[in-house]
């Protein structure tokens, strides 16, 4: 059985002040409708866990009647950081569940060929990552100011969601992630901690996030692009 929990608590500071990003409109709903649709329709995905902010319950419920979404899902309250809200959304995961796929809400173009193909990695492997290699120049600047050195970006990959898992390995990764109160980034870097190998799964379509205002007409046009 295969799990997927949307990560759907947090607040980007990015976007401006009192503007949760997820419940912006694209197309004509949501963006978090966008990304929990493509779970919704996958294949491989057979119960859903969103993970939200304390009280927004009934928004996100509203938002799935209205969607009609078919598959089990159940809405559970988020941490104080991301990897609190995964801990979280792990604990409600039913029992059977073997292997899991973690999601940012603010991803709304994430393929259904990019979910299943993380998913049979992280069944094979153990872990799994959606990710693109890094085609800028990157520079490294100690001070934000200056240029210290350029990093070799044919080693560079720029990582995404979903980030798949046989439950048992992120459940240890993240427990050993809390036993040393350590803060990660992403989720793959807690397996990295216990020494798991991670496979790159190249994401061959467009799959970025909302983050910045500027980052809508563009994924707009994305997903207007897909509907037709």
Same mark, same amino acid.
């Given at each position: 059985?295969?799990?997927?929990?949307?990560?759907?608590?947090?607040?980007?500071?990015?976007?401006?002040?009192?503007?949760?990003?997820?419940?912006?409109?694209?197309?004509?709903?949501?963006?978090?409708?966008?990304?929990?649709?493509?779970?919704?329709?996958?294949?491989?995905?057979?119960?859903?866990?969103?993970?939200?902010?304390? /009280?927004?319950?009934? @928004?996100?419920?509203?938002?799935? *009647?209205?969607?009609?979404? %078919? &598959?089990?899902?159940?809405? =559970?309250?988020?941490?104080?950081?991301?990897?609190?809200?995964?801990?979280?959304?792990?604990?409600?995961?039913?029992?059977?569940?073997?292997?899991?796929?973690?999601?940012?809400?603010?991803?709304?173009?994430?393929?259904?060929?990019?979910?299943?193909?993380?998913?049979?990695?992280?069944?094979?492997? /153990?872990?799994?990552? @959606?990710?693109?290699?890094?085609? *800028?120049?990157?520079?490294? %600047? &100690?001070?934000?100011?200056? =240029?210290?050195?350029?990093?070799?970006?044919?080693?560079?990959?720029?990582?995404?969601?979903?980030?798949?898992?046989?439950?048992?390995?992120?459940?240890?990764?993240?427990?050993?992630?809390?036993?040393?109160?350590?803060?990660?980034?992403?989720?793959?870097?807690?397996?990295?901690?216990?020494?798991?190998?991670?496979?790159?799964?190249?994401?061959?379509?467009?799959?970025?996030?909302?983050?910045?205002?500027?980052?809508?007409?563009?994924?707009?046009?994305?997903?207007?692009?897909?509907?037709?």
């Amino acid at each position: 059985m295969t799990s997927a929990i949307i990560v759907a608590a947090g607040k980007g500071t990015r976007m401006g002040p009192n503007v949760d990003k997820i419940f912006l409109e694209l197309c004509g709903e949501p963006v978090i409708a966008h990304t929990w649709r493509r779970f919704d329709q996958s294949p491989v995905i057979d119960e859903i866990v969103v993970v939200v902010r304390e /009280g927004t319950q009934s @928004a996100f419920a509203e938002i799935a *009647d209205r969607c009609h979404f %078919s &598959k089990p899902c159940r809405f =559970v309250a988020g941490g104080k950081e991301r990897q609190d809200s995964v801990w979280n959304g792990l604990q409600a995961i039913s029992q059977q569940s073997d292997v899991v796929a973690i999601q940012d809400a603010a991803r709304p173009c994430t393929s259904l060929e990019l979910i299943a193909a993380t998913v049979q990695s992280a069944r094979e492997i /153990g872990a799994a990552v @959606a990710a693109q290699p890094v085609t *800028d120049t990157i520079k490294e %600047s &100690k001070d934000g100011n200056l =240029v210290e050195r350029t990093l070799d970006r044919a080693r560079l990959w720029a990582v995404q969601t979903p980030q798949a898992f046989r439950v048992d390995v992120i459940r240890r990764a993240l427990g050993e992630v809390r036993a040393r109160s350590l803060i990660v980034t992403d989720d793959t870097a807690a397996c990295e901690l216990i020494g798991c190998p991670v496979k790159l799964v190249v994401s061959s379509t467009p799959n970025p996030k909302v983050t910045r205002p500027g980052d809508l007409p563009y994924i707009e046009s994305l997903l207007a692009d897909q509907r037709r």
